[in-house]
C-alpha cells in the first residue's frame, strides 16, 4: 500500500478546509489551526516517499514531518499520534481492520500521554475517542473495516457536536473559560476530516 496516497487525501481535505479550521481556531484560539495543519501537511508530502510499501516506514515520516513543522499544541500530538500508529503497522504493507484499531489505539495513547486530556475536555479526543468505540463496536459485529470506519466518522462527527456544549479546560480555548461553550473544538474538527479522507481513500481503492 503506498501510504503516500492516503496522506495526500489527508492533506487535501485539510488544506481545503484551512480557513474553516482556522476560523474555528478564532473563535476560542489564536487563529492558526488550519494554517498550522496546512504546513505541516504540505511538508508531509514533500517527505514522505511516494512509492515506500511499508506504512509504518511512512507514518513514522509523516509523524515527524508533523511534529517539526505544524508547531502549536496540535503538532506535537498529531506528531506523536502519527508515530504511535506507525510502530504499530511497522511492517504492514496492508492494513486490515484489526490493524486499523491497533492504529487508532496507540494513537490516542500517544495523545493522551503527550497532552494528559481525557474525554469531555474539548480537544481533539472528543472526537478520537468516541470514533475509537464506535469503530470497535462495528468489528466485534463484524464489520468490514469500510463499514466501521463509517460508523467512527459518524460518531467522530457527533462528538464534533458535543464540544460545542462544553467548556474547554485544555490547551488555549481553556483561557475562555465558560465563552468556549457554543464553539466546535477545531482539532476535533480537524482529526473528523482526517477520517473522513482515510475513508475516501480506502473507499476509492476498493
Ligand atoms: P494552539 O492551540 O497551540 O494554537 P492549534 O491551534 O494548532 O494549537 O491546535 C488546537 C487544538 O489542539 C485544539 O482545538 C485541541 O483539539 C487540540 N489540543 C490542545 N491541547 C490538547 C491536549 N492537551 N490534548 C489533546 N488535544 C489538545
Ligand atoms: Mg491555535
Not at 17 to 41: A, Q, V, Y
Not at 65 to 70: G, I
Not at 120 to 128: F, R, V
Not at 177 to 190: F, V
Amino acid at each position: 500500500m503506498a501510504v503516500y496516497e492516503c496522506l495526500s487525501d489527508i492533506a487535501s481535505k485539510i488544506i481545503a478546509n484551512k480557513d474553516f479550521l482556522t476560523e474555528l481556531d478564532r473563535e476560542i484560539g489564536d487563529s492558526d489551526h488550519g494554517i498550522n495543519l496546512s504546513r505541516g501537511f504540505t511538508a508531509v508530502l514533500e517527505k514522505v516517499n511516494k512509492d515506500e510499501q511499508d506504512i509504518g516506514v511512512s507514518l513514522k515520516k509523516a509523524g515527524m514531518t508533523l511534529l517539526s513543522t505544524v508547531g502549536g499544541a496540535s503538532g506535537p500530538l498529531y506528531g506523536t499520534a502519527y508515530m504511535e500508529a506507525a510502530k504499530v503497522l511497522s511492517g504492514k504493507t496492508e492494513l486490515n481492520a484489526q490493524d486499523f484499531l491497533a492504529a487508532l489505539d496507540a494513537a490516542i495513547a500517544g495523545i493522551q500521554k503527550r497532552g494528559k486530556a481525557v474525554k469531555g475536555e474539548k480537544t481533539m479526543l472528543d472526537a478520537i475517542i468516541p470514533a475509537r468505540e464506535a469503530y470497535a463496536h462495528e468489528l466485534d459485529n463484524n464489520a468490514s473495516l469500510i463499514n466501521a470506519l463509517e460508523a467512527a466518522i459518524k460518531a467522530a462527527r457527533e462528538g464534533v457536536e458535543y464540544t460545542k456544549t462544553i467548556i474547554a479546560t485544555k490547551g488555549r480555548a481553556s483561557y475562555l473559560g465558560e465563552r468556549s461553550i457554543g464553539h466546535q473544538d477545531p482539532g476535533a474538527t480537524s482529526s473528523t476530516f482526517t477520517l473522513e479522507a482515510i475513508l475516501d481513500y480506502l473507499k476509492g481503492k476498493a
